[in-house]
């Protein structure tokens, strides 16, 4: 059986060798270069004391690759549950060959075990080896972007990525199954999968870990951390300070608008007087604003701002959270092909 | 594996059940001399692997071949012929055959066409062959 | 030896569909089996019953004395090809026969190596671009080389030309002559079968109407055609399958054990092929007054 299963997915593990050969081609080519350009430039800025511009720099002459890669490694799970698991079953329940397996001395649950089993892990493997390069090629980037926690960041590095192969994976199968044409199991594995990728990062992920909630002060050393001014309806709307007090590679999930003392949000116009003429780089942008002036103005205004965030070592937490969540739908989904395929057994 | 001596072919639409046709062509082969005393039958699977027929058709062919004393099986070997059937070959029957052809021209001459001469002579060939058969 | 298939008040229902509906048969050993029926008639779902992909919903059923696919060696003791011959069309020949080695304990691979030399396929060649008759050799070689104890085949010959089809079965009365297999077939046209089945059944509208050793059927079963009159003027120990009658003319098909007594009438034997399309009307004809039954009800 396990001889059928690698020859039914050569051609298909043939496919994956060469574009992972490709990638690790590609990743390390751009990437050794990366690296090195992100060690000589990190040893000159701490000299000069210019670190935020020239790493800036660097970050964007790689935004347009570090985008693509992401986008990728994001894909691959997907293409793994279109391409390899709604053929799995589906294509044989089409094309009628089952009826051929199930007739040999073999019983139907050994032959769902070893394909599911044999197939499963090449795809844990894939997105293992594209995970591991992505994460590699793009650990200076991420230095630079000061966490991992963005969406896309978070789903495409270290170990989630194979758990979401695996889910895909299952969830293709189950598919195929259950519709009996590889077609339609394809479109259906691609819209479950997408949607679940909406819901995880924004419903799920941030309730994985309990957050923190930190209240602060407007004032000079409050706002001497602050990057940003974001209002939310023009100059009589409300409005909030970003990047207020934060520890480094924190995940911000939520801000309340900046309020005065009795709990109430107040008007953007309502502090014009502290703001300065916009700066050269527009408002909001950091290079211009001196906002611990800002913060020294405000201060005796008794303003407020709620901030609720998960810490930068809530990472690897959430990382394995994550991860365990997928495994157990991929073992509840694995469960209940096992359960469909005995249904029709006498 | 030997000499292939006979070979048999299945009339679907005869009327007459298999296995009693492969007596039948046995017989035949007999009286035209093709087959003689000591010669091997085909095995089993020879005949069907040439004739796709039902294996137990020609075992039970062999097995009359055997009640009717022309054949006796030799287990391991094969199935022999035991006896040849009418001494003469067809070829000394002249008086026989000069006879069917006065018969023929007969029946012509009463207006019957082809296969209204073979069916008539086909049936009462099949009567007289059942009533024999009868009689053993 | 035990029967190689029993089936007791055996049914498979599929929501309001009944596609087989109160089958007892035991169909003995050592036998080529024909199921004959119409298309829809249920011999698909009996097959998939036999042979374990279908579960039945009333009834049971045995074959070769276990359930169907109960173990590995119960899958062991049994072939089966499908509707259509399917074979993986990315597959070679050869990868076919290597599945059945990988897959089969017994597998026989002087046998099927054998096969495919004489079918003259080549080992390389994929299942896909094989035509119709050497794929469905390819899938009898795989199920034959396995050396089981029963071959189920459904509708084997059904889209193969004349030649394909003669060439089949052939090679399949060889396997049989040489394995002493017992065989299940099924068709929709009696000629298929005549040739090689010495073991009838008959299944029509999903139900089972005939069963029997050929031979005794043909034997049992007469045409008595004579002057117009009524079902009970002829003899009580005559079963009467079918009557016809015209103004001055009956015709009918009896079933009984001894020879119908001389009368004034005139008794044949009937064709094979006769005898199961008389059936098969039979079975059409009530299944209308059933229904023409039913709407009176419902009036």
């Not at chain 2, 699977?45 to 009359?64: D, F, G, L, Q």
């Amino acid at each position: 059986m396990i001889w059928l299963t690698w020859r039914q997915f050569r051609a298909q593990a043939v496919a994956a060798v060469v574009i992972l050969a490709a990638a690790t081609a590609y990743f390390v080519a751009t990437g050794l270069g990366m690296h090195h350009s992100y060690a000589t430039d990190l040893a000159s800025c701490t000299a000069q004391n210019d670190c935020d511009t020239l790493l800036s720099q660097l970050r964007y002459k790689y935004d347009a690759m570090f985008n693509l890669a992401e986008l990728l490694v994001v894909a691959a799970p997907a293409l793994i549950g279109i391409f390899w698991g709604a053929p799995l079953i589906g294509r044989e329940l089409e094309t009628g060959t089952h009826q051929v397996a199930w007739n040999q001395s073999v019983t139907r649950t050994r032959w769902l075990a070893i394909k599911l089993a044999g197939v499963g892990l090449a795809s844990m493997a894939t997105a293992g080896v594209l995970s591991y390069l992505l994460t590699w090629w793009a650990g200076p980037l991420d230095q630079i972007d000061g966490s991992r926690f963005a969406a896309m960041t978070f789903s495409t590095r270290d170990i989630v990525p194979l758990a979401y192969a695996a889910f895909a994976f299952a969830l293709g199968t189950i598919a195929g199954l259950l519709l009996r044409r590889t077609i339609p199991a394809m479109a259906v594995t691609l819209a479950v999968f997408i949607g679940i990728q909406v819901l995880v990062p924004t419903m799920i992920r941030p309730n994985l870990l309990p957050s923190t909630t930190v209240t602060y002060t407007l004032d000079e050393s409050s706002l001497s951390q602050a990057n940003g001014i974001f209002g939310q309806g023009g100059s009589s709307g409300d409005f909030y300070m970003s990047g207020l007090g934060v520890s480094q590679g924190a995940w911000v999930l939520s801000s309340t608008p900046v309020e005065n003392s009795s709990d109430q949000p107040i008007p953007l116009n309502a502090i014009q007087s502290c703001l300065p003429a916009i700066g050269p780089n527009g408002k909001g942008g950091r290079g211009g604003t001196d906002f611990a002036q800002v913060g020294s103005c405000l201060a005796h205004d008794n303003l407020h701002e709620s901030v609720t965030y998960q810490p930068s070592s809530h990472y690897w937490p959430i990382q394995w959270f994550e991860s365990g969540l997928f495994l157990v739908l991929t073992a509840l989904l694995s469960g209940a092909c096992f359960w469909w395929i005995r249904r029709r057994q006498n | 594996m030997g000499l292939r001596v006979i070979e048999f072919h299945l009339e679907a639409r005869s009327g007459v059940s298999p296995y009693l046709q492969i007596v039948g062509q046995v017989r035949q082969a007999l009286l035209l001399g093709l087959l003689t005393e000591g010669d091997k039958l085909p095995t089993v699977k020879e005949v069907v692997a040439k004739v796709a027929i039902n294996p137990n058709t020609v075992s039970k062919a062999y097995r009359e071949l055997e009640h009717q004393g022309l054949a006796a099986a030799k287990p391991g070997v094969g199935t022999f012929i035991t006896r040849s059937l009418g001494q003469a070959s067809l070829a000394e029957h002249g008086p026989l055959q000069q006879e069917l052809r006065g018969w023929l021209a007969k029946a012509r001459a009463a207006g019957l066409t082809e296969p209204g001469i073979e069916a008539l002579f086909t049936s009462t060939f099949r009567e007289s062959a059942e009533s024999a058969e009868e009689e053993r | 030896m035990s029967a190689i298939l029993h089936a007791q008040a055996l049914g498979k229902r599929y929501g309001r569909r009944q596609a087989l509906a109160e089958c007892t048969l035991e169909i003995p050993p050592g036998h080529v089996v024909g199921l004959v029926g119409p298309n829809g008639a249920g011999k698909t779902t009996l097959l998939k019953i036999a042979c374990g992909m279908l579960a039945p919903t009333s009834g049971r059923i045995e074959v070769l004395g276990e359930q169907p696919a109960a173990d590995p060696t119960q899958l062991a003791r049994i072939g089966y090809v499908a509707q259509d011959t399917p074979t993986y069309p990315n597959l070679s020949v050869a990868d076919h026969l290597k599945l059945g080695a990988k897959l089969n304990p017994r597998w026989d691979a002087e046998l099927a190596q054998a096969r495919i030399e004489q079918l003259e396929l080549d080992p390389k060649q994929k299942a896909g671009k094989l035509s119709g008759g050497q794929r469905a050799q390819l899938a009898l070689t795989v199920a034959v080389a396995k050396r089981p104890e029963l071959l189920i085949l459904d509708e084997p010959v059904a889209s193969l030309d004349p030649l394909a089809r003669r060439s089949f079965l052939r090679h399949l009365m060889e396997s049989v002559a040489e394995n002493g297999t017992s065989v299940i077939l099924s068709s929709h046209l009696v000629s298929d079968l005549e040739r090689v089945c010495d073991y009838l059944v008959v299944l029509v509208s999903s139900r089972l109407q005939l069963a029997g050793e050929t031979d005794d059927l043909l034997a049992q079963h007469y045409r008595i055609v004579c002057t117009r009159r009524k079902e009970s003027d002829l003899p009580s120990d005559l079963e009467v399958i079918w009557a016809e009658h015209t103004d001055r003319q009956s015709t009918f098909v009896v079933r009984g054990d001894a020879e119908p007594p001389t009368g004034d009438w005139v008794a044949d034997h009937l064709e094979l092929e006769d005898l199961v399309l008389t059936y098969m009307e039979r079975a059409a004809d009530s299944g209308r007054r059933a229904k023409t039954l039913k709407t009176e009800d419902a009036r």
